[in-house]
C-alpha cells in the first residue's frame, strides 16, 4: 500500500503541512515512520481522513502546489486528490476521488480501473471537461 509524507499529505487534503503536522501530532491521523526516520501516513488511513475533513469543512479549501510534472492533456480542470472508493461492477466502476474539500465521483470501465491498477488511498487526478471526467494515475 502507498504511504505519503506529511507534506504530500497536506497537499492532498487542501492544507499547509503545518496544520497536517497538528493533526498528526494531534492523533486525528495515524503515521508511522519509514527506515529514515519520515513520518508516513498510509494511502487507505489518509482517504478516510481525506473524507472526513472535507465532510467536516476542517479543510482550508483549495488544492496546494503539485511536485509532479502534469501530463501533457487538453484538459484544463485537474483536481489531483486521493481515491477513497472504487466499487467495480461487471462492464463498468464508479471511482470516488477527495481532492481537498471536493468529492469526485467518475463512472468508468472496470477495463480501464484494472489497467490503471486504481484502489483506494492511491494519488490520482481527476480531469473535467465538459461534463466527463478523466482520471489520470498519480
Do not use: C
Not at 2 to 17: C, D, E, F, H, M
Not at 63 to 77: A, I, K, L, M, V
Not at 103 to 121: D, P, Q
Request: hydrophobic share 40%.
Amino acid at each position: 500500500m502507498q504511504s505519503y509524507t506529511i507534506g504530500q499529505a497536506a497537499r492532498l487534503l487542501g492544507v499547509s503541512p503545518d496544520t497536517a503536522r497538528r493533526w498528526a501530532d494531534a492523533g486525528r491521523v495515524a503515521t508511522h515512520r519509514d527506515a529514515s526516520g519520515r513520518r508516513l501516513v498510509d494511502g487507505r488511513a489518509l482517504a478516510a481522513f481525506a473524507v472526513e475533513v472535507a465532510q467536516s469543512g476542517g479543510g482550508q479549501g483549495g488544492q496546494g502546489g503539485h511536485d509532479e510534472e502534469e501530463p501533457f492533456t487538453s484538459t484544463r480542470n485537474a483536481f489531483p486528490g486521493i481515491i477513497t472508493s472504487v466499487r467495480l461492477g461487471d462492464v463498468a466502476a464508479q471511482v470516488e476521488i477527495q481532492a481537498g474539500p471536493h468529492r469526485l465521483v467518475s463512472l468508468v470501465t472496470r477495463e480501464a480501473v484494472e489497467e490503471l491498477g486504481l484502489e483506494v488511498g492511491m494519488r490520482a487526478t481527476a480531469r473535467v471537461k465538459s461534463t466527463s471526467v478523466h482520471i489520470d494515475r498519480g
